[in-house]
């Protein structure tokens, strides 16, 4: 992405904070074997431009990534999450947690202010860390994670499988869900079954509770059910559905942890 283009982007995203234009749809987590049992519901970043342009997460969560905002535009996320979690007392939600959240202690410490002052809802509450912290960053997420998991916040490792070392993030990261990555699922080769076998079995050495993401056909849905998954995500079940985008235009997140 070009500089000014960059720019741009890091300025819109901030001013779409600030405005309030930023919300979740949400996504639920269904058992395997009844689709009816939802574990949770997790929430996808939108951002609604000012002519009122909806953009999804997979469209501008490149930016917070690549502009170093994305520590801000996760805790304004899990502000957002927490407000609709008060206002729904039967829901439970899961919120992304960049690498950057847990990259130092600053950071940490930053995030750990905010989930301990919501921790009154931490049961309903489960903390999506990606597989992709770096060895140099597990001893600073560790901590972070486990004293989340005290407060009452469950953890789930997302896109296992695609991060810098599986085994070390089963044996590093404290965990109560894996999430299998989209790809193990929707793998097209003859050999996709029996991956998604391993994978599942690897997965369920560290957590009780193994999703399979991505599941967009009945024959995914049963090739996870047949590699022992407990749960499963993805459009065949549950088409992400759009609750009202709160008015946040005061929020001191963006206002004051955005550069």
Known sequence: MK???LDNAIGGAIRAMQHGRIGFSLQQINAVDDSSKILYSECLGRLVEPDGMVRTSGEFLAIPEESGIAPAFDRYLLGLAFDWLARHPSAVLGCNISAENVADEQACTVLYDLLSSHSAVATRMILEVRENLPRTMLSVAVDLLQ???VLGYRIALDEFGTGYSTADSLMFIPVDIVKIDASFAQHRRGEAAPILCHMVGLASCAASTVVVEGIETYGQLEAAKTAGATHVQGFLLSEPTLPPIYS???????RSETP
């Open 248 to 254: 946040r235009a005061s929020n001191a997140l963006a």
């Open 3 to 5: 500089l000014e283009k």
């Open 147 to 149: 004293s989340a998991r």
